[in-house]
């Protein structure tokens, strides 16, 4: 992995912008279970009331994360063509913008809640309890999102370790106040939404005295070219934002496909699916580090240095999660009789670690593509090759192996799926590195 001399530095840089965000997600990931465990010793109704405000919470992180995609990748590039005055300017319009976006979502989803539960179908007896938690969620959900964008700006400018900390800290903030506002101070499932407006806050009050003190937020816009900069935030914000509405309608029409092998299958695909989230949280963790990087590198127009580094990740992921893959499948007997005592679940789950992470790698490179065409200013092509990934690779996949093998047949297309997804993002990337070859020896002198 060390193909020249810059290589080395290449990697140590990697390595110290992504440790941070690894143990960040993780920590996020933890307090997600815990947060639900708790939940469900409330009985059935506090987790139907639950349940019924994730579609609402995708569509506002799906706002979120295509802004702080699109934050990171513009602010770094900006601070990579050396005009860091215009770059604080952008961290405090991506602030502004941000918090009224996601305030006026929220607001919106208030006003509508009446009609919104009727369409998703609720019990009029689970009316009630949802009005008295929706409240506290949506400023749950606002402030967890400053929090994101505060992060967002932090990573812009190179800095991994206080968002990464601040994950950790606020997790375990999260998991404290969620026993004592839920059992000790008897809330209920409101008190669920008041820990995590209390955690997140509590972040808040950190990071964003961070960056003011640091100067990466300014608020004199008018020094902007507003029009323009708007513009900018909206090229990548808004294909990265329908990037991430996608799998969760993905995972509906998978899981409908899993339904007609029954209920043990539904319930093996739903533990398959949860160890998947920790499996490629290394992934994620680079889909964080790398874009910043990547973005003062096109900011500097060193195109070459760009390749270096996405060729070490691609290098580096596709082997770990070989490793991750052969893991799950040599442990898979054991693993599906700790998860479950139901025999039948046991089985099919047992058939998906044998199969579905051996794509890992192969999910990983797509992932890490998505990332890196983003933060190429290539949004489009990001988009382009999350939708060829669900709609193309991986749902067809399970279609058709379902019809050849039932449920077992549809684990191998997830994993034919997913590696051919892999190699068609590496292939879009190329592409598209190519292409801004072709406008760099347009423009140089």
Not at 192 to 198: F, L, M, N, Q, R
Not at 200 to 226: E, H, I, N, S
Request: net charge positive; proline share 4%; glycine share 10%.
């Amino acid at each position: 992995m060390q193909s020249n001399s810059q290589n080395p530095s290449l990697g140590r840089q990697l390595y110290a912008m992504t440790w941070p965000m690894l143990f960040g997600v993780l920590s996020l990931m933890t307090f997600q279970l815990v947060d639900s465990a708790f939940v469900g010793q409330l009985g059935r109704d506090p987790l139907a009331a639950l349940g019924f405000t994730l579609p609402m919470q995708q569509l506002i992180i799906g706002l979120q994360v295509g802004l702080g995609i699109a934050t990171t990748a513009i602010i770094s590039r900006t601070l990579g063509a050396g005009d860091e005055t215009r770059a604080h300017r952008q961290g405090g319009l991506v602030v502004v913008v941000g918090g009224t976006l996601v305030l006026l979502l929220c607001i919106g989803l208030w006003l509508s809640r009446a009609p919104i539960m009727a369409a998703l179908g609720a019990d009029p007896s689970l009316l009630p309890l949802i009005h008295r938690y929706w409240l506290p969620w949506l400023l749950s959900a606002w402030t967890g999102a400053m929090l994101y964008f505060g992060y967002s700006v932090c990573r812009s400018h190179g800095d991994t370790r206080l968002p990464g900390y601040l994950m950790m800290i606020t997790s375990g903030f999260n998991i404290g106040f969620d026993y004592l506002y839920i059992f000790v101070f008897d809330w209920g499932l409101p008190g669920a939404a008041w820990a995590t407006v209390t955690a997140f806050g509590t972040g808040c009050a950190v990071v964003y005295p961070t960056v003011l003190k640091r100067g990466w937020a300014r608020f004199d816009l008018r020094q902007l070219a507003l029009g323009q900069a708007l513009a900018q935030l909206n090229r990548i914000m808004a294909p990265a934002m329908v990037s991430q509405l996608m799998p969760p309608v993905s995972a509906m029409l998978a899981t409908a496909l899993v339904a007609g092998s029954g209920s043990a299958a539904v319930a093996a695909w739903g533990l398959g699916t949860r160890l998947e989230f920790f499996s490629i949280v290394v992934v994620l963790a680079l889909t964080m580090s790398m874009p910043p990087m990547i973005g003062r590198m096109l900011g500097r127009n060193d195109l070459a240095r760009i390749r270096e580094l996405v060729a070490l990740a691609v290098r580096f992921v596709l082997v770990f999660q070989l490793v991750v893959g052969l893991v799950w499948l040599l442990a898979s007997g054991v693993v599906s009789t700790l998860f479950t005592s139901d025999q039948s679940v046991q089985s099919v789950l047992e058939g998906y670690l044998v199969r579905v992470p051996l794509s890992y790698s192969g999910l990983g490179i797509c992932m890490l593509m998505v990332s890196v065409c983003n933060a190429l200013g290539l949004a489009m092509r990001a988009l382009l090759v999350s939708t060829l990934r669900l709609f193309l690779c991986f749902l067809p996949a399970l279609w058709i192996g379902s019809q050849l093998n039932g449920i077992y047949g549809l684990m191998t297309g997830a994993l034919l799926g997913n590696l051919f997804a892999g190699a068609m993002a590496y292939r879009f990337y190329r592409a598209g590195m190519a292409r801004l070859d072709a406008r760099a020896a347009t423009t140089t002198p």
